[in-house]
Structures are given as structure tokens and as C-alpha cells.
């Protein structure tokens, strides 16, 4: 499994949006990210610097990539 890279909250929401999630709405620091295909969860992501691997690492799991495939968006 390739190692997870160190990302913002900004390029998360970038890559997660090639895949077809949309922000739905955001409050305060933290963006509602949503997709029209049922089978995949809401994604909460804040809106850090950096966020942390395990936190990456779930917001991955919840849109149903691998972490090759995030990597490679």
C-alpha cells in the first residue's frame, strides 16, 4: 500500500470532486461533501493545513477508494 501524503482540506475536496462528490454546504471550518450515487457516504472534511493520516485515511474508506486510487487523482 503506498504511503498517504500529506494534504490540505482544499486538495482533499479537489480530488474527492473528480470522482463526483459536490460540496453540499459548509459551516464554520468544515465542508459537507455529497454525491448523487447512493451507495457512497456523506464526507465531512475540515478545512486545515494539514490534515492528519488517520483522518485521511477514513475519508478515503468512506469514498470507497483504495489509497492507490486517491493518490492517482
Not at 36 to 50: A, F, G, S
Amino acid at each position: 500500500m503506498p504511503k498517504l501524503p500529506v494534504i490540505s482540506g482544499k486538495d482533499a475536496i479537489k480530488k474527492l470532486e473528480k470522482v463526483g462528490y459536490c460540496i453540499i454546504r459548509q459551516k464554520g471550518s468544515h465542508v459537507r461533501l455529497g454525491c448523487n450515487d447512493k451507495m457512497r457516504k456523506l464526507i465531512t472534511i475540515p478545512m486545515h493545513n494539514e490534515l492528519k493520516v488517520g483522518l485521511l485515511h477514513e475519508i478515503i474508506k468512506d469514498a470507497n477508494l483504495t489509497v492507490g486510487e486517491f493518490i492517482n487523482l
